[in-house]
């Protein structure tokens, strides 16, 4: 059986989730986890790594749902809550998803859609009490999620995860950075991304700590919740840690003191996903007192490499291979790197994904022949410490955590009328890490507050470039690439 639900039996009378201002104990999310399973079952043995999507708010239900999903063996799809509808559509059409399981307060988004493609519709907080039944026996090499990134083409791509790498990427955290049952965590990450959803919720869950929840990001909330006192445990973007900072900043003396006073008693606080600004590292210990701990992983490997949690937590630097994690740097000729050179990070260990859902000829691509995950990421490695200096292509872009991709976006501005040619990039920002800009070439008239407009029905605000700059070309080379690092001084 799966390892967070024998290890959720242990601790049943334990707090597991606070949200929406109620406790849940782990033993009662097991019966309401298993009561969903058997109505996700409708009568069948075992979803049989059926995908199920699942658009639910962070909170009591979220957890429930996708461990119903994991018991009746069905493989969880968790949908971004902030997509519009053309973006979910390409999530359930590529998974094949049957079954898509909402918050009432998503129902009419994706109803009419869901009726059309004959899809089954589950609402999750209108789920009458369910007889329990038996649930099948689910083998830990069986595909458990799927997670959408983006990479280098133009529609992201299905990160299938088994039960296995799950219980890979949660061992290797909790004993680098000694999760324990005493953990109380405060949950402010989206949960359609491996940061929150493993390093956060599941890990935290799964050494009998609480997790608790806020509805929507903000930074009062979680300066509330900071100052009850019972939070111990927090992980966050670099963005998150600007933003909390920006905030303390315009506070009077005696409340930024009470924060201060309220950190001091944190365990842990983790930063990762893009690279920590050494200034926001340092205002941080500044407010705190804590050295953030920073760590670097990816969708497809969950978390790779980190500053240790005893020893010297260098500034600029995301550390040392995790353990059960393999790594090693090559360059362009697939040869290892000298100490410091810079090289590809290349990944190996049972945490690595199993394949992207569908595609191949994409997994084969991502792979060395000899079973290395080729990561895109370039570092060197200095003091025994590894360093990003940045991503082998420019295609990709990180902004407030997210990975976006250049090509994405530029497909779907080039499907608005009168736009000729587009190119979009990411600049460097002191609170996003980078913003998404795009230059593009008009062939009529063209507003870009229309545009934008547009753009927001089709794509999440986090994906919409922030500027547009009208031009009458596109810098391009002499083989007619667009030349990308001339774009970006376009917006200098
Ligand atoms: C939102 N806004 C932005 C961006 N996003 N502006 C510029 N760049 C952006 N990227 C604007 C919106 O348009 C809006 O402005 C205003 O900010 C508020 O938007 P909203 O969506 O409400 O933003 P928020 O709620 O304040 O969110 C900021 C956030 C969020 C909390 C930092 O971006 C976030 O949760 N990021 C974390 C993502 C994450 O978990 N990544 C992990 C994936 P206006 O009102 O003017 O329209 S990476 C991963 O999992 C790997 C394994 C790893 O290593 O961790
Ligand atoms: P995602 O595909 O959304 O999981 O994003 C993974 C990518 O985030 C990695 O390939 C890195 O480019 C970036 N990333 C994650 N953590 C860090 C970090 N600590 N420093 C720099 N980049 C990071």
């Not at 997509?83 to 049957?98: I, K, N």
């Not at 004993?175 to 953990?183: E, G, L």
């Not at 990070?345 to 569908?358: L, S």
Request: charged letters at 20%; a negative charge; aromatic letters at 10%.
């Amino acid at each position: 059986m799966l390892r967070i639900i024998e290890t959720a039996k242990i601790n049943k009378e334990k707090t597991a989730i606070i949200a929406n201002a109620t406790s849940f104990a782990f033993g009662f999310l097991l019966e309401q986890s298993q009561q969903f399973a058997a109505h996700l079952l409708a009568g069948e043995k075992d979803l049989d790594g059926a995908r199920i999507a699942f658009m639910v708010d962070p909170g009591f239900d979220y957890v429930k749902v996708q461990w119903g999903i994991w018991q009746a063996g069905g493989v969880a799809v968790p949908l971004c809550i902030t997509h519009p509808l053309p973006s979910l559509q390409y999530v359930l059409e590529d998974t094949g998803a049957q079954t898509l399981v909402v918050s009432s307060k998503y129902h009419d988004l994706v109803a009419a859609y869901a009726m059309e493609q004959s899809i089954r519709l589950i609402v999750v907080d209108k789920v009458p009490d369910f007889p329990l039944v038996n649930l099948p026996q689910v083998d830990a090499s069986r595909n458990a999620m799927i997670l959408y990134t983006s990479g280098t083409t133009n529609k992201p791509k299905g990160v299938v995860t088994t039960h296995a790498n799950i219980e890979a990427q949660v061992n290797s955290i909790s004993a680098a950075w000694k999760y324990s049952s005493t953990d109380h965590a405060l949950c402010v990450l989206p949960l359609h991304h491996v940061h929150g959803i493993i390093n956060v919720v599941s890990a935290t869950l799964w050494n009998g700590g609480t997790v608790e929840f806020i509805s929507s990001f903000s930074v009062e909330d979680i300066f509330f919740r900071f100052l009850k006192g019972n939070i111990n445990v927090f992980m966050a973007v670099p963005t998150i840690y600007f933003k909390l900072i920006a905030g303390w900043e315009l506070l009077d003396n005696t409340q930024q003191l009470q924060i201060r006073n309220a950190l001091k008693q944190f365990r842990l606080m983790v930063c990762g996903s893009a690279a920590l600004p050494v200034s926001v590292m340092e205002n941080w210990e500044k407010l705190s007192g804590h050295v953030l701990l920073e760590r670097y992983g990816m969708t497809e490997i969950g978390m790779g490499i980190s500053n240790p949690y005893e020893g010297e937590r260098r500034a600029g630097y995301i550390g040392k291979p995790l353990p059960g994690v393999t790594v090693r740097l090559v360059d362009d000729a697939m040869q290892l790197v000298e100490p410091g050179e810079p090289g590809e990070i290349h990944i190996k260990g049972e945490n690595v994904f199993k394949e992207y859902w569908n595609k191949p000829e994409a997994t084969a691509q991502e792979f060395t022949p000899d079973g290395w995950f080729k990561t895109g990421d370039v570092a060197v490695v200095e003091d025994g410490y590894y360093r990003i200096l940045g991503r082998s292509s420019v295609d990709i872009i990180k902004s407030g955590g997210y990975k976006l991709s250049a090509l994405e976006i530029e497909e779907v501005l080039r499907s608005y009328p009168n736009i000729a040619d587009c190119a979009v990039v990411g600049v460097p920002d002191d609170e996003w890490g980078e913003l998404v800009v795009a230059a593009v070439v008009p062939s009529g008239d063209l507003d870009p507050q229309v545009l934008n407009t547009w753009m927001r029905t089709q794509m999440a605000s986090y994906k919409t470039p922030r500027k547009y700059l009208l031009v009458d070309a596109l810098p391009r080379n002499a083989m007619g690439k667009v030349v990308k690092n001339e774009v970006k001084t376009m917006f200098q």
